[in-house]
């Protein structure tokens, strides 16, 4: 794990004054289009620094995407709060931006049940990344069950790659 | 004669291996068939090759083989392997049951095939009981030639019913869903093909997941999950025409559908984004009513045969168990209590048996209940066997299984002791869908 620890410190104090902020600014009706607006007004990133859109594809905390589960587990592991936190901190920044979480499953346990366990896992990162400061409607979940497997082998080494969400921007700013 | 009819048996032999050798050449989606084990116990029924009436080239169809593997397979029945004939009467009046009764054979099927009107190929056959040297039926059936494997798959039922009492359910299709490739460049597709394998038709190609096959009780349509849209939705199609309709996508899963007995409603499963419950939508209004609420998993709907009930699949327990609810509401009752979890159940047409895919650690096989006396049996051996799915007279079972990294289907007896296996030459194959009883012309 090379992730520097000032990444995750920043990532850490970004969450929380954005949660922060959130509490403070947020309205309780969904945004609107005067949430940019807002968003420019009430939330200059004071603590660091911003980003740029090119960021999802250079910053490294931004680049990770996959999110990985104990079997038949939905919680989300700590290593993987910091990755969750850079997310939440670029959707917050950037209102137009839009995530697909696709949750996953690996191959134990029947298709129509892991299409609901890739859900919950789909819904456990989305509210990880409203609780640090998206916004409901820039989050969207599907469950592809266990229909979209990495790699087809039976055992852990396989199963663990499986056992996923991915966050796919589908709207970058 | 026999010299003569001996010839044209290994002739046609050899056009129907030939047949099958193109037919795999050109398409990767047509399946290889082998039969794993056999039984003792098994009733020996010798089905001698059928004559043809008129001359003329042999049929591409060896009606007498496609019998044969029909009994074998369904576990009931040993066919006298076609090698092991020596004598090759075509009618009653040319059997002679000593041979037979030498052989060991209770029960032996003659017949012909002559040329009718309008293309179609009349087989006529009769069925002996070798001990008593009787007549047990003696009955005909026309079909196009294109369609003669049908033809022998309706010979082979009514063969099945006279002798067992049970109707038959060669003459039935399944559907499945083949997947080619990993993560995000996987190609799907839905297939329908006869109940031996034979003659696959693509129903829908997809570069999006399909799921969750089931037909309509009168075998004319599929309900299917489709994620073409972007996300789960279900799909009701008609085979023989391909047009189809979204009939639910709404925010979140819709997955899990099944036709009630009657045709009128589809139980399916609804998450809205929050949970997947059951609900049960009247297809004529569209109309759907929630069955279950609860913050676990319920899903896997089928229907006991009356109707007025949902089996279905729940974690609410902790792990994944078979739950039984009125449609018309009230509490579920839990049905399974033997190993960590049942999924996915599908229910006999009496009713009387649930098979089910049996979790035990990481080893996955598929189990039957007997209702009546509570037991469950396991009838697999695989490690990752799921999707089960009975023969609408509950003779086999079908089910999907893993061959190191590759997809199969399973059609085993409803004893669990002759199965049938069922390979794609490349990619998965997986979700058979055993339709119910094909009705004439369709």
């Not at chain 2, 899990?256 to 419950?277: C, M, R």
């Not at chain 2, 049996?358 to 999707?387: C, F, M």
């Not at chain 2, 007896?413 to 794609?424: E, H, I, K, T």
Request: hydrophobic share 35%; with cysteine.
């Amino acid at each position: 794990m090379k992730l520097p620890i000032r990444l995750l410190l920043t990532a850490a104090v970004a969450s929380a004054t954005l949660a922060a902020c959130a509490g403070k600014t947020k309205p309780p009706a969904p945004a609107t289009d005067t949430s940019t607006q807002t968003e420019t007004t009430t939330t200059p990133p004071t603590t660091g620094g911003a980003y740029k859109v090119g960021d999802l594809d250079t910053d490294s905390c931004l680049r990770q995407r996959i999110v990985y589960f104990e079997f038949d587990k939905t919680d989300i592991k700590s290593q993987f709060q910091a990755a969750i936190s850079c997310h939440a901190k670029y959707l917050h920044q950037f209102p137009g931006a839009r995530v697909t979480l696709e949750g996953n499953a690996d191959e134990r346990g029947t298709r129509e049940y892991n299409l609901g366990l890739g859900e919950r896992r789909g819904n456990a990162v989305s509210s990880a990344l409203g609780t640090a400061g998206a916004s409901v409607s820039q989050l969207n979940v599907v469950s592809y069950g266990e229909e979209r497997p990495v790699c087809k082998e039976h055992g852990e080494d396989c199963w663990q790659k499986n056992r996923r969400v991915e966050i796919v921007y589908t709207a970058k700013q | 004669m026999t010299k003569t009819l001996a010839r044209f048996t290994i002739a046609w032999l050899l056009v129907l291996c030939a047949s099958i050798a193109m037919a795999q050449g050109l398409n990767s989606d047509v399946p290889t068939i082998d039969i794993k084990n056999g039984t003792a116990t098994a009733t020996p029924i010798a089905v001698v090759p059928f004559a043809i009436d008129g001359g003329g080239l042999p049929p591409q169809t060896d009606v007498a083989d496609v019998i044969r593997a029909d009994l074998n397979r369904c576990g009931q029945f040993r066919a006298l392997p076609k090698s092991d004939i020596v004598e090759f009467p075509t009618r009653g009046e040319e059997i002679k049951f000593p041979t037979w009764n030498m052989l060991k054979q209770a029960y032996i099927v003659v017949g012909r095939e002559t040329q009718a009107a309008n293309g179609e190929i009349r087989v006529e056959f009769e069925l002996f009981d070798v001990a008593k040297q009787q007549r047990l039926q003696g009955l005909s059936i026309s079909g196009q030639a294109s369609d003669l494997r049908g033809v022998a798959h309706q010979v082979a039922d009514l063969v099945y019913e006279k002798i067992t009492g049970v109707r038959g359910a060669f003459w039935t299709r399944i559907a499945y869903v083949t997947s080619k490739g990993t993560g995000t460049n996987i190609a799907y597709a839905l297939m329908v093909a006869d109940s031996d394998g034979f003659n696959p038709q693509t129903v829908v190609n997809s570069r999006q997941p399909l799921m969750s096959p089931a037909w309509s009780p009168d075998g004319r349509k599929i309900a299917y999950v489709s994620f073409e849209r972007g996300n789960s939705s279900i799909y009701i199609q008609e085979i023989a025409t391909g047009s189809r309709e979204v009939v639910s996508a709404n925010k979140g899963i819709n997955g899990a559908p099944a036709f009630s007995p009657d045709g009128t409603k589809l139980a399916h499963t609804l998450s809205n984004g929050i949970n997947p419950d059951i609900y049960i939508m009247d297809l004529a209004s569209r109309h759907s009513t929630q069955i279950t609420k609860h913050f676990a998993i319920d899903t896997e709907p089928v229907w006991t045969p009356d109707g007025q009930s949902v089996i279905f699949t729940s974690d609410r327990s902790g792990k994944a168990q078979l739950y039984q609810a009125p449609i018309s509401g009230g509490d579920a009752t839990r049905i399974t209590f033997t190993g960590e979890s049942n999924a996915r159940a599908s229910v006999s047409f009496d009713g009387k048996k649930i098979a089910m895919a049996q979790g035990n650690g990481n080893v996955y096989r598929i189990a039957v209940l007997d209702r009546a006396t509570g037991e469950t049996k396991p009838i697999s051996t695989g490690g990752l066997d799921e999707s089960p799915s009975f023969a609408p007279n509950a003779s086999m079972i079908l089910y999907a299984a893993s061959e190191g990294s590759r997809g199969v289907l399973f059609a085993v007896s409803a004893d669990g002791r002759v199965s049938q296996r069922l390979v794609l030459a490349d990619g998965d194959v997986r979700e058979p869908a055993w339709s119910p009883y094909r009705q004439r012309g369709q």
